[in-house]
């Protein structure tokens, strides 16, 4: 959610277009949303901007096999302004920024209207390219509503792919193999 809602302010404010980020599709409604006058859109571009290499970031401090599940003091703690990344918990826009200039009625409509192919169903007709990866290290796979084929290896451990990419066999096996290969 932390990237899909990065990806909704970015595309509600048209901020940071000299970020190379696919389309969005299906593009989100603006609904109410509009950029707060309280700086200006070069400032909101910076802060988008870091904000979305942080939370790229947080995937490298991932710990495999995580069991355990933030406390609610934990939660407390790294949900405050300024906090460094932590590997439970990723860095989120509204924590920085809260929710001005964000219509979250029309990011929750875009949001659910993500929903993808479940999970067992793309990996399973895909399990003859799905064995290579994870033996490459790969055991967690973010889907983007990007438009169009995309697919890159962010850790070692996570790939990110396009909704379209994934939902589409013959894609998200040739993304598989790509994968496994690097």
Known sequence: MSLNLLLFVRHSWTIAHDVDIPTLSPAPDLGASKMPV?????????????AWERTWSWY????????KHPTQELLRQVLRPGQELHPLVPP???TEYDRDGLDFDAFN???????????SEAER????DLIPAWE???????VLP???????????????????????PLAYGRALQQIARS
Not at 38 to 50: A, M, P
Not at 113 to 119: M, R, T, V
């Open 38 to 50: 309280s700086s200006s859109s070069d400032e909101w571009t910076e802060r988008w901007i870091l």
């Open 60 to 67: 490298k401090i991932q710990e495999p096999n995580r069991s």
């Open 92 to 94: 989120l826009w509204t």
């Open 109 to 119: 409509y875009w949001q659910n209207s993500l929903i993808q192919i479940p999970p």
């Open 125 to 128: 007709r895909n399990l003859a």
């Open 136 to 142: 490459s290290g790969v055991d967690s796979i973010i």
């Open 146 to 168: 990007y438009e169009g084929y995309f697919a890159r290896r962010v850790t070692h451990r996570h790939i990110a792919v396009s909704a379209a990419t994934r939902n589409d």
